[in-house]
């Protein structure tokens, strides 16, 4: 609906827009809840989850953002800070960089004018979330901690300057990103899985889905689960701290998850300096520039202020300079302000039509979109704006792009119809676990010969082949069998080199290491927490290089089953050996199990881990750092956070989780609640039923 093309101006077509708005308001408006509620109120059941019931869409709004902040609210503060850029003037230098990206980026900016840019009615929602952030902070100021205080009161371009720090210059890119751009591949730092399965491939005959996003389990990526209900809406599902509307939800007809795509929405080009300015299809060209002023908070509380110089060029802002030549940064979708609209009209389609007309809108920059719905259509999306480039495949674009001629400086996005989509596969089921969209289904449903290569790389890593093989495995697949593939903790990495690693270390290793392949030979290939090998042979992945242990390489004809073979036997046993020596000093056994050396640490629990690294090709995905107090030992920081299974039967059936539980706020009983839950591998049910909410209600807060 925004920036409509210049022909629209046209008096003839200034109605357009609006009629297209009402269709889909009376589209979603027919579905009828029960009769309108006299007042707003937040039915809390015994997780922690809000489920929200607005006398209107404004109430809703409110009611999300004081439900927020009653869950989160020193977080939610902290972040806001962030996003303005002024997060060091609150909190002392450590957050020096955070504003000087912010703030190089334009995000207070940008926000700004984003907020006018929403219509009327959406910005009157995004006004009535920040009121419900400032309600609670007054009406429980005790509650909020005294340091975060200072971000008070939140504004409606706050939400947006947050939003836009998480989507663009997060997930799109961040610092770490372009630091090492032309040195590693533009890796996601996040993951996800995501299942849609059709009633032909499912054992009741109903659709089903499987949302499963991996994110760190702290900061701007932590997860909120909610139910937002009134008239026009009745959605349930999860959003990022901060985020107003649901990011992952299903309703009575139709649900969606997101997984990060292998796309590419950002480039750094190398600019030459010359007079002050830099070289741009043969002429010189001077530098936009303005200076601000960052204010830092020193220990006794007083002031400094130092200046920062933003300097662009017509590729954007510049984020490094050095020996005659500079780096500026180009990234999608900053005259795409709808984004918070589009999610909150996708969660109040009722069908695959309505549903797709939002999609169509491109607001969103990025995320995969995996589809199911009551009418039994399944979607794969390869979603994002996704430049229209003159040359290169998606390998050169990964590098550092010469910027002295506009023959290499994009400036037109993709159409919706130009994106890789399939609706209904004949295979009856759609996969994707950060795989490239030519991978999602079996036979091959989307062909990447019809794409520009630049489009997504040719690859399938192995969490996705362990997906597709368990997608593969049943020709009817039950909404409890889903929910056990979800929790598998079986490593394809092992199904692949196993058979070549122990022939070879009992062929070429020392005492050590047959000991090694003995304890390799009977382990079940799994990380449960009582799985023994595991340990070991992930410390084994760790040290070699997997780009270069294969004799087989990946080839897309036998994507399922390559790459395979060990390169060089020889090493991968001297590896092994060396290995075991250290394990046998850290642990004093090489069978030590997977639970006892990888904990779930949340709060105040700390239980037996199982799941691990996707890169081992473990669909029960997390990720661990070292504990500090133990030598040796893990936690997990990332990976399974929130958790939907959700089958399309009358009435829906759902099953979810979120890891870590529903709130981070200190006093919280919710913080790592759920986590002996997820040691066990459960899902508990979903209550959306006003009847089924308040059998299980432990809070009632009114408006």
Known sequence: MYYVRRIFKRKSFRLFP?????????????????????????????????????????????????????????????????????????????????????????????????????????????????????????????????????????????????????????????????????????????????????????????????????????????????????LSINAYGATLVGVPVLAIAFNDKLGWTHTVN???????????????????????????????????????????????????????????????????????????????????DMARSQNLTQFESVLQRLQLPMFTVMYADRDGHIMHLFNGLVPIRSQGDFKYWQGIIPGDTSKTLWTKIHSYRDLPRIVDPASGWLQNANDPPWTTTFPVAIKSEKYPPYMSPHEMNFRAQRSAKMLLKDKKISFQKMIAYKHSTRMELADRLLDDLIPAAQKYGQELAKQAVQILATWDRQTNADSRGAVLF?????????????????????????????????????????????????????????GEVYRLKYGNVNLPANGGNGELGIFR????????SEDGHFQAVAGDSFVAAIEFSNPVKAMALTSYGNASQPGSPHIGEKLQMFAHKQLRPVWRARKDIQAHLAERTAF
């Open 18 to 230: 609006f009629l297209l708005a009402l269709l889909f308001i009376l589209a979603v408006g027919s579905q009828s809840y029960s009769s309108p509620p006299k007042s707003t109120e937040i039915l809390w059941d015994t997780y922690g989850v809000p489920h929200i019931y607005g006398k209107d869409n404004r109430g809703i709004f409110n009611a999300f953002g004081w439900a927020q902040m009653h869950s989160h609210g020193n977080l939610l503060l902290r972040l806001y800070g962030q996003g303005r850029g002024r997060a060091a003037e609150y909190w002392g230098d450590k957050y020096l960089d955070s504003d000087r990206w912010v703030l190089t980026m334009g995000v207070p900016e940008r926000a700004r004018s984003w907020y006018w840019a929403q219509s009327p009615t959406f910005r009157s929602y995004l006004d009535a979330f920040a009121s419900g952030i400032n309600a609670y902070a007054q009406e429980h100021s005790d509650l909020i901690d005294d340091s975060v205080e200072v971000v008070l009161p939140v504004k409606a371009e706050d939400v947006l300057a947050h939003l836009m720090r998480v989507i663009y210059f997060t997930f799109i890119v961040d610092p770490d990103q372009v630091a090492s751009v032309g040195i590693d591949n533009k890796q996601p730092k996040a993951g996800s899985n995501g299942w849609a399965i059709a009633p032909k491939h499912s054992a009741s005959g109903k659709a089903m889905l499987l949302a499963n996003p991996h994110l760190p389990w702290s900061d701007l990526f932590l997860w909120y689960e909610a139910q937002l209900t009134s």
């Open 262 to 344: 292998a796309y590419d929405g950002w480039d750094v080009y190398e600019l030459k300096l010359a007079d002050q300015g830099y070289r741009f299809d043969g002429k010189i060209y001077p530098f936009e520039t303005k200076t601000l002023s960052l204010k830092v908070k020193q220990k006794d509380g007083t002031l400094s202020e130092e200046p920062l110089v933003i300097k662009s060029s017509v590729h954007g802002p510049v984020v490094k300079e050095k020996d005659g030549k500079a780096l500026a940064l180009r990234v999608v979708g900053q005259d795409r302000p709808g984004v918070l609209e589009q999610w909150w």
């Open 538 to 594: 992930a410390a084994w992945a760790e040290e070699i290089d997997l780009d270069k242990v294969f004799s087989k390489p990946w080839n897309q004809k036998f994507p399922l089953t390559t790459p395979d073979g060990l390169a060089n036997p020889q090493n991968a046993v001297a590896t092994l050996q060396l290995v075991a020596a250290k394990m046998k000093k850290t642990y004093g056994a090489l069978d030590i199990s997977w």
């Open 621 to 628: 995905t997390l990720y661990f750092a070292p504990l500090d």
